[in-house]
């Protein structure tokens, strides 16, 4: 029976996969802790078929800009805001602008303010479940109706109407005596024959869809009349003419709002997914292990150049106690790409001390950098972990004309690999096998960093970085003269691994006893040194030119920017005592006689390559007359002290 009360079909939200990836994406690179509103877009469809759900659809391209429906997204940092957002005073603050639009006339040259939407969210990046809940704010009219029941547009005028649709791209406009015209001529339209027509969504037969609620309240408000011609346009399925009375004059903004959508349990609650199982698993711990950093820098240090760790190449020499600790702090930091370098095989001592091996790994006698390479692309899938089984040339370990070769061509795969990655840590257990990668290291100006163990002591030494054709002098000091005592100390003037030694490394491992070929230390040493280690790197990494990060010359207290930078002090050592859980920071100035990187060590590796290592392995005496150590030494010898039995008094 006629009239009868006019109803709407109500928007659904459809979310496609790949809008949560890009909220994702930009919630960690972008917004971080931010919650002011963002502005997104979505699709609607005038070709969905009867029966189906009047979709708002939002997806990635809801990003982009350009959309049939523009709204906002408020994405929220805990559930508890969300939970008690205030959505009424939203909702009618969004109702107020559109009000506005009507009232001024805007609406006729900008049909696009009459709808909108606003989508609010809180999304739980660690589990992948999203909680959100959408509003379309509607201006509702209570005796809106009727007037008869609704026709049945014919093909020839849907074709006619649904081309001027394509063709203009205006989703709402003027149909008169079969003619388009611009909503701007709808109030010169008094006393002529007219329709509205609106491109809907709606999906129900005679029924018209939510977005015409606010068309029709702009159409009547402009006018002053209570009475118009309304025209549903849909492409999937027959289009539809409704006429419509107000049963009273309109008079202010109607003060009924609704637009808040229902869940799929028709409650006038909020709507959740769990996508953990719908993404990548790889996909999805790769987004967790960027969150662990970004909270560091959203919270706490929001100058934290998270990039710098995500794209280090970190080169491990050593894949035992030391090696495995150091790769599961690195991967903390977000370190996609380590390589591990060892020769030994996992004995059965190995496991309860080396966090990537396994009792099955020393009962089948597997590699320790395989092991540990695997193990890492277990724990994180997306980790670029690689194992390179190699035996490091070493000072004293002597070779014969057979194996002098084989040697030259470990030197030049251990050359290339230090080369290629942008960090090197020195976790071997001999002193020996430390020098050829420190002398690489120093030659090619790469960070490198050695980590050593004693029963109850450790030391984490940051090699200094020598720019060729450069000669830094320590900050501080006048002129050429001496630095200041507590001075800077520029990284090319911090010492090596080897800048402390008057002698040149020997075999260490021969003639040695069981507890001596093992490192003994206590359990948790290795832990300490370990994270120390990698914490030192990361203060380097965020210094603004990590390969030039000073370091202070002895003790120092001061706090100042100079010294701490983004994480804190960047020392050039740690030396750690457990005996009485202390710590120092001593700096020791690089050695020009050093056998590792003084300037004639490197200069003789540069020119003599392989066959400089080969002289090392059979006579470690070599070094020392290259570097002047054996000047030196007997310069000592040659000093004569005259002791005096006369008193000068």
Same mark, same amino acid.
């Given at each position: 029976?006629?009239?009868?009360?006019?109803?709407?079909?109500?928007?659904?939200?459809?979310?496609?996969?790949?809008?949560?990836?890009?909220?994702?994406?930009?919630?960690?690179?972008?917004?971080?802790?931010?919650?002011?509103?963002?502005?997104?877009?979505?699709?609607?469809?005038?070709?969905?078929?009867?029966?189906?759900?009047?979709?708002?659809?939002?997806?990635?391209?809801?990003?982009?800009?350009? #959309?049939?429906?523009?709204?906002?997204?408020?994405?929220?940092?805990?559930?508890?805001?969300?939970?008690?957002?205030?959505?009424?005073?939203?909702?009618?603050?969004?109702?107020?602008?559109?009000?506005?639009?009507?009232?001024?006339?805007?609406?006729?040259?900008?049909?696009?303010?009459?709808?909108?939407?606003?989508?609010?969210?809180?999304?739980?990046? $660690? $589990?992948?479940?999203?909680?959100?809940?959408?509003?379309?704010?509607?201006?509702?009219?209570?005796?809106?109706?009727?007037?008869?029941?609704?026709?049945?547009?014919?093909?020839?005028?849907?074709?006619?109407?649904?081309?001027?649709?394509?063709?203009?791209?205006?989703?709402?406009?003027?149909?008169?005596?079969?003619?388009?015209?611009?909503?701007?001529?709808?109030?010169?339209?008094?006393?002529?024959?007219?329709?509205?027509?609106?491109?809907?969504?709606?999906?129900?037969?005679?029924?018209?869809?939510?977005?015409?609620?606010?068309?029709?309240?702009?159409?009547?408000?402009?006018?002053?009349?209570?009475?118009?011609?309304?025209?549903?346009?849909?492409?999937?399925?027959?289009?539809?003419?409704?006429?419509?009375?107000?049963?009273?004059?309109?008079?202010?903004?109607?003060?009924?709002?609704?637009?808040?959508?229902?869940?799929?349990?028709?409650?006038?609650?909020?709507?959740?997914?769990?996508?953990? $199982?719908?993404?990548?698993?790889?996909?999805?711990?790769?987004?967790?292990?960027?969150?662990?950093?970004?909270?560091?820098?959203?919270?706490?240090?929001?100058?934290?150049?998270?990039?710098?760790?995500?794209?280090?190449?970190?080169?491990?020499?050593?894949?035992?106690?030391?090696?495995?600790?150091?790769?599961?702090?690195?991967?903390?930091?977000?370190?996609?790409?380590?390589?591990?370098?060892?020769?030994?095989?996992?004995?059965?001592?190995?496991?309860?001390?080396?966090?990537?091996?396994?009792?099955?790994?020393?009962?089948?006698?597997?590699?320790?950098?395989?092991?540990?390479?695997?193990?890492?692309?277990?724990?994180?899938?997306?980790?670029?972990?690689?194992?390179?089984?190699?035996?490091?040339?070493?000072?004293?370990?002597?070779?014969?004309?057979?194996?002098?070769?084989?040697? #030259?061509?470990?030197?030049?795969?251990?050359?290339?690999?230090?080369?290629?990655?942008?960090?090197?840590?020195?976790?071997?257990?001999?002193?020996?096998?430390?020098?050829?990668?420190?002398?690489?290291?120093?030659?090619?100006?790469?960070?490198?960093?050695?980590?050593?163990?004693?029963?109850?002591?450790?030391?984490?030494?940051?090699?200094?970085?020598?720019?060729?054709?450069?000669?830094?002098?320590?900050?501080?000091?006048?002129?050429?003269?001496?630095?200041?005592?507590?001075?800077?100390?520029?990284?090319?003037?911090?010492?090596?691994?080897?800048?402390?030694?008057?002698?040149?490394?020997?075999?260490?491992?021969?003639?040695?006893?069981?507890?001596?070929?093992?490192?003994?230390?206590?359990?948790?040493?290795?832990?300490?040194?370990?994270?120390?280690?990698?914490?030192?790197?990361?203060?380097?990494?965020?210094?603004?030119?990590?390969?030039?990060?000073?370091?202070?010359?002895?003790?120092?207290?001061?706090?100042?920017?100079?010294?701490?930078?983004?994480?804190?002090?960047?020392?050039?050592?740690?030396?750690?005592?457990?005996?009485?859980?202390?710590?120092?920071?001593?700096?020791?100035?690089?050695?020009?006689?050093?056998?590792?990187?003084?300037?004639?060590?490197?200069?003789?590796?540069?020119?003599?390559?392989?066959?400089?290592?080969?002289?090392?392995?059979?006579?470690?005496?070599?070094?020392?007359?290259?570097?002047?150590?054996?000047?030196?030494?007997?310069?000592?010898?040659?000093?004569?002290?005259?002791?005096?039995?006369?008193?000068?008094?």
């Amino acid at each position: 029976f006629f009239p009868e009360e006019m109803q709407f079909v109500p928007i659904c939200t459809f979310v496609d996969a790949s809008y949560w990836s890009e909220v994702n994406r930009r919630k960690l690179s972008e917004w971080k802790l931010e919650e002011s509103p963002q502005p997104i877009g979505s699709s609607i469809s005038i070709y969905d078929s009867v029966g189906t759900d009047s979709r708002l659809s939002l997806s990635n391209e809801s990003f982009l800009g350009s #959309s049939a429906l523009n709204g906002y997204m408020l994405l929220l940092n805990t559930v508890e805001a969300f939970s008690k957002l205030d959505r009424k005073a939203m909702m009618n603050q969004e109702a107020d602008r559109i009000w506005e639009a009507i009232e001024s006339g805007r609406w006729m040259e900008q049909p696009s303010t009459l709808n909108t939407f606003l989508f609010t969210l809180f999304a739980d990046l $660690k $589990k992948f479940r999203y909680h959100y809940w959408n509003c379309v704010p509607a201006l509702a009219m209570a005796d809106l109706s009727l007037e008869e029941k609704p026709i049945e547009l014919s093909d020839v005028e849907c074709r006619a109407l649904l081309a001027h649709l394509e063709q203009s791209q205006q989703s709402v406009f003027v149909w008169s005596e079969g003619a388009a015209l611009p909503l701007t001529a709808l109030p010169s339209m008094q006393g002529r024959q007219y329709e509205i027509v609106v491109a809907d969504p709606s999906t129900t037969p005679a029924v018209a869809g939510w977005l015409c609620r606010n068309v029709i309240l702009a159409v009547l408000a402009t006018t002053k009349w209570n009475r118009m011609q309304l025209v549903s346009l849909r492409g999937g399925q027959p289009s539809w003419r409704f006429k419509i009375a107000l049963g009273s004059p309109l008079v202010g903004r109607p003060s009924t709002v609704v637009g808040w959508e229902r869940n799929e349990k028709n409650e006038m609650k909020p709507a959740s997914v769990d996508l953990s $199982k719908q993404f990548h698993p790889h996909k999805l711990m790769e987004q967790a292990v960027d969150l662990n950093v970004s909270l560091i820098k959203w919270r706490l240090v929001p100058q934290l150049e998270t990039e710098r760790f995500s794209q280090l190449k970190c080169l491990l020499l050593g894949a035992g106690t030391l090696g495995c600790n150091v790769a599961r702090s690195l991967i903390g930091w977000g370190v996609r790409t380590i390589t591990f370098v060892d020769n030994g095989v996992v004995s059965y001592s190995n496991p309860v001390r080396q966090s990537l091996s396994e009792f099955d790994d020393a009962q089948n006698g597997r590699k320790k950098a395989e092991v540990a390479a695997s193990a890492l692309r277990r724990i994180f899938p997306s980790m670029d972990a690689n194992a390179v089984d190699l035996t490091i040339p070493m000072p004293g370990h002597t070779v014969d004309e057979k194996t002098a070769a084989s040697i #030259s061509s470990s030197g030049a795969l251990l050359h290339s690999l230090i080369a290629s990655h942008d960090v090197v840590f020195l976790l071997l257990d001999s002193r020996e096998a430390r020098w050829l990668p420190t002398l690489i290291a120093s030659s090619i100006g790469k960070l490198c960093f050695s980590v050593a163990l004693g029963f109850d002591t450790y030391v984490v030494i940051r090699h200094g970085v020598t720019e060729e054709g450069k000669n830094e002098r320590a900050e501080g000091g006048e002129g050429g003269g001496m630095p200041s005592l507590r001075g800077l100390v520029p990284a090319s003037q911090l010492g090596c691994y080897f800048c402390s030694d008057v002698t040149a490394p020997g075999n260490s491992m021969a003639d040695r006893t069981l507890d001596q070929q093992c490192t003994v230390a206590r359990p948790g040493l290795s832990q300490i040194a370990s994270g120390t280690a990698v914490e030192l790197l990361s203060s380097v990494l965020q210094h603004a030119d990590p390969l030039r990060a000073p370091a202070w010359s002895g003790e120092s207290n001061h706090t100042g920017e100079e010294e701490t930078g983004l994480l804190g002090a960047a020392p050039h050592q740690i030396r750690g005592f457990v005996f009485r859980f202390s710590s120092m920071t001593p700096c020791v100035r690089r050695f020009e006689r050093c056998i590792a990187c003084g300037e004639a060590m490197r200069e003789a590796y540069r020119e003599r390559g392989a066959e400089l290592v080969v002289s090392a392995c059979n006579s470690p005496r070599v070094l020392e007359e290259i570097s002047g150590l054996d000047a030196l030494q007997a310069s000592v010898d040659n000093i004569q002290i005259d002791v005096s039995d006369e008193d000068d008094f």
